[in-house]
């Protein structure tokens, strides 16, 4: 399990046991399968090369095996950590026996690197010993215990999976050096922000593997000494309490893991100031700075507070003001939306209402997915919304994907979030199983009143809204509530079974049906989500897309790329709203996915100079064009051109 919450007495409901939830087809069971096969690999290699990361050599170094100097990026130890999650749950999920045998090599040498005192951090470790002038805690930028808690968290999934003890003993000597850094540092009054917490997380979910009371305390601890950090920074949300945070502020990916992280403690002890902390900066995000894609974190670089220059501080990978969503320059980091994945997650165990599931798939499905090429081996840092032929500025990041980037830290936690996919499928409370992201699948489910028994998924969702859900090898037949999601999307569609039978309304979309389900031998229930296109546009607010709408269906987000109209530019395209739009099937890189093709405008460009600032408008009318429009998540997997999410309309009477 990611969050084993079965004992934390204010969460609602619990992940099912991921070893026991298998994708049986669609989308994300092709998603998996290219994770196990191709991304682990090609990760792996990544890491191993003394030439590309110098991860692994690290390591060696660290603990004897190797001489030289430390290199690479002083979070390759996480995202090493990040990676080993992902190994763990495909070696195990698809019973890959060398993968295993070298997991557990890994393990013991991390064991070795790691110091006597349980200190592990190989940018350090190699500095002590060289002399160089590195030391322990020195610059809260070298991620120490960013580090330590993607160890924590890689640890307890090992734990959980194999049984074994290795690589949990490993974290818990951290956990005991963390805890004599944090008496120090509350004796002292001398506190340190950690970027990017993702220990919090860690602590807790140590303490959920292991029982001990201590590493409760510690996350607990962790969260109220961010009060006490001096001259704090709103780039690491830490310039006012915690208490006292209203909106969503600052880098994007160190605020996402920071309230997942305080998630996990409400799930554990009642705060009612944290948790409206939490529905205040959730708000601020999902209705004033979430992208449709679910991307998170607009700016390459920004200023915060923005507009007061007299105290204004520079914030980076970062959450804009109100309604700045860029498209060509959006940052979106893959990072900031899988945190934003952990927090709804977390926030659905808190509360299960179906708006944080909408928006945990929407960030899986588009942002998170887009991230990654259909071959599983290149990767996005950041994730744009609109890719122009070219740009008259640089930005850091290329504007296609690549295989190895300096900031390694996306690729591995795109890779065990997409491993442990299936985790997102189920949750269950009392006598009910909650749905999650739907998609086939087959997850063997026990409830309190003692029904036990397989649940099987059938559908080719997200391509189509029929769902269908029957039982199998039913050990013991018992009452069962089968909690079915309707996204907030699903304006219409059907439900039957069970003795139900009715049409779902506007009224329904964004809840959760009880559906109850006598006799699990008999079971045989279908929703149908009808999947109409839909038009959709943002606030006005957001400058950018003024006029503009964007294609949806189901839960995907639709884009278009040069190879799919014979426009010359996708900027002279304009929306038809009259527009009929055929579902065909079709294929990129030998994946099937659902696309949509139709008639669009295009505008007649004659005398139009498109390099100039400004000009003279001359309109010379419209033709209509062919244009094809595939999920957001499959673009830049082709020919290098350009591509939109968002176009123009074209208003007629």
């Known amino acids: 399990m990611l969050t084993d919450t079965t004992r934390s007495p204010y969460a609602k409901v619990h992940a099912l046991d991921g070893m026991k939830v298998k994708w049986t087809g669609g989308l994300w069971k092709e998603r998996f399968d290219t994770c196990a096969n191709s991304t682990v690999p090609q990760l792996k290699h990544m890491f191993d090369s003394k030439d590309i990361s110098h991860v692994v050599e690290n390591f060696k170094i660290c603990a004897g095996d190797a001489q030289g100097d430390f290199d690479g990026t002083v979070f390759g130890d996480g995202d090493f950590y990040k990676w080993m999650e992902s190994a763990i749950y495909t070696a195990y999920q698809t019973d890959n026996q060398l993968l295993k045998d070298e997991i557990e090599k890994y393990i013991d040498l991390i064991g ?53 003890d290795s690589f949990l003993a490993i974290a818990a000597r951290t956990a005991d050096y963390l805890e004599h850094l944090y008496e120090e540092a509350e004796r002292t009054g001398e506190v340190q922000t950690a970027v990017c917490p993702s220990h919090y997380m860690g602590l807790v979910e140590m303490y959920r593997t292991t029982g001990e009371e201590r590493y409760l305390k510690l996350a607990k601890q962790a969260i109220a000494l961010r009060d006490s950090v001096k001259n704090g920074l709103d780039d690491n949300q830490d310039k006012i309490p915690l208490k006292q945070h209203e909106k969503i502020l600052g880098h994007a990916v160190r605020a996402n893991y920071l309230y997942a992280g305080v998630a996990d403690l409400c799930l554990e002890e009642k705060d009612p100031d944290y948790i409206n902390v939490l529905h205040k900066v959730w708000r601020s995000l999902v209705d004033k700075k979430l992208y449709i894609t679910g991307g998170c974190g607009a700016l390459y670089n920004g200023a915060s507070p923005y507009g007061y220059f007299f105290d204004h501080q520079l914030v980076h990978q970062a959450y804009g003001y109100e309604y700045q969503l860029p498209n060509i320059t959006a940052y979106n980091e893959t990072c900031a939306s899988l945190g934003g994945v952990f927090w709804a997650y977390r926030m659905f165990q808190l509360e299960p209402k179906a708006e944080y599931f909408d928006i945990l798939e929407r960030m899986m499905l588009n ?57 997102y499928a189920y949750l269950t409370s009392d006598n009910s199983v909650w749905t999650g992201m739907y998609g086939a699948s ?134 038809d709203l009259n527009a009929e739009f055929v579902p065909v099937e079709f294929e990129i890189e030998g994946r099937k996915m659902t696309a949509l093709e139709t008639e669009e405008y295009t505008i007649d460009r004659s005398e139009f100079d498109r390099n100039a600032l400004y000009q003279p408008l001359k309109y010379h009318g419209m033709s209509k064009k062919h244009v094809r429009l595939i999920p957001y998540y499959a673009w830049d997997n082709r020919d290098y051109g350009e591509m939109r999410i968002w176009f123009p309309i074209a208003y007629t009477v």
């Open 442 to 575: 087959e997850a063997q489910v026990k409830l309190e009143n003692g029904g036990e028994f397989t649940l099987v998924q059938s559908t080719d969702y997200p391509f189509d809204g029929a769902i269908r859900f029957t039982a199998k090898n039913v050990k013991v037949n018992a009452p069962v509530h089968l909690r079915l999601r309707v996204p907030g999307w699903a304006a219409c569609g059907h439900i039957k079974g069970a003795g139900t039978d009715r049409e779902l309304t506007a009224a329904d979309a964004g809840t959760y049906l009880d559906i109850l389900v006598e006799d699990l031998q008999n079971m045989d229930v279908q929703l149908n989500l009808d999947m109409k296109i839909r038009y959709t546009v943002a606030n006005n607010m957001v400058e950018e897309t003024v006029g503009q709408a964007a294609i949806e269906r189901g839960p995907l987000v639709y884009c278009c790329e040069s190879a799919d109209t014979h426009a010359s530019t996708l900027d002279d395209i304009y929306l």
């Open 367 to 423: 942002t998170n997915l887009a991230a990654l090429s259909l071959d599983g081996k290149r990767f996005f840092y950041e994730n744009m919304l609109r890719r122009a032929k070219k740009l008259d500025y640089k930005l850091i990041w290329p504007l296609t994907r690549s295989e190895y980037i300096l900031s390694y830290c996306c690729p591995p936690n795109l890779a065990r979030t997409i491993a442990q996919s299936s985790e």
């Open 112 to 164: 070795r690197a790691q110091q006597p005192d349980g200190y592990l951090s190989t940018k350090q470790i190699i500095g002590e010993r060289s002399g160089n002038g590195v030391s322990r805690m020195g610059d809260i930028n070298d991620f120490e215990v960013y580090n330590f808690g993607h160890m924590f968290t890689a640890a307890c999934v090992h734990k959980r999976i194999t049984g074994k």
